[in-house]
């Protein structure tokens, strides 16, 4: 057992620390993306390396990771990690260029001055791709 001085900080510390509620963290624990300590009365005490978890696992949530390709992330024994980082890649260029684009229409919207904006020529090729479906 680790000394109480390597892992200062309670569920409640680190919850509140990250402004999370402490379900989520015993959530991840059940799930294999957090291994607390545990003191000599059971309770979950966490250290440094923990706290590093919980931040790379908030970014990455943030990121759209799923807590499967999180766990991934996070298991470097893991054969397939290398292909879910490369699927999430390809899936953050994929967003961003959905967003490239609606920023492009949102500031063209700004500007026009055309009183429905769906009749505007320039904002309606900002959805042609999407028109092409049909």
Known sequence: MKSSAEHPWSVGDVAARFDLPTNVLRH???VGLLRPARDASGRRRYGQDE???IAVIQRSKAAG???EQIGVL???SNAGRHQVLQ???DDLDRRMQEMRRSREMTEH???CRAHDIATC???RAGVDDVLARF
């Open 121 to 123: 020529p320039r904002f």
């Open 28 to 30: 991840w624990e059940s």
């Open 51 to 53: 706290v590093v978890r």
């Open 87 to 89: 699927q999430h890649l």
């Open 74 to 76: 996070l298991d470097d």
């Open 109 to 111: 919207a700004m500007r």
């Open 65 to 67: 990771m799923s807590l």
